[in-house]
């Protein structure tokens, strides 16, 4: 399975961008598709999580109310529409395809198997 992040950047704050996540190698319809980020010096942490059927989402009390997750099984793509963002936004942003097909069960590192490079979001203020 591979997965690559795109669309990160620079942006100011209070701006918006839309990460993509193009995935391939194996059928992930069944799994959830979750991104992640991590903050210099930080570990990396939880952002939101969308199940197959796109029913069922979970999001960071971070970042909920401003970012939206979604996918597009016909074309392997997976989304993070990020608004309002915030200089603490400012992290590497990955996806990644789980383990699992329940969101409730894919809050954690460890529950995701395989994982994107990562792309930069910089927010300045």
């Known amino acids: 399975v591979q997965l690559q992040a795109s669309g990160g950047g620079l942006v100011q704050a209070g701006g918006s961008l839309r990460l993509s996540c193009a995935a391939s190698?194996?059928?992930?319809?069944?799994?959830?598709m979750g991104w992640f980020r991590q903050a210099p010096g930080k570990e990396r942490e939880f952002v939101t999580v969308?199940?197959?059927?796109?029913?069922?989402?979970r999001y960071a009390d971070s970042v909920k109310g401003r970012f939206t997750i979604s996918r597009d099984n016909a074309k392997n793509m997976v989304y993070l529409q990020m608004n309002s963002l915030k200089p603490e936004d400012t992290a590497v942003y990955y996806c990644?395809?789980?383990?699992?097909?329940?969101?409730?069960?894919?809050?954690?590192?460890?529950?995701?198997?395989?994982w994107g490079q990562g792309t930069q979001v910089t927010v300045s203020s």
């Open positions: 969308i199940n197959w059927s796109s029913t069922a989402t």
């Open positions: 990644a395809s789980g383990r699992y097909s329940l969101v409730s069960s894919s809050l954690y590192e460890y529950d995701y198997d395989y």
């Open positions: 190698g194996r059928t992930y319809g069944s799994h959830v």
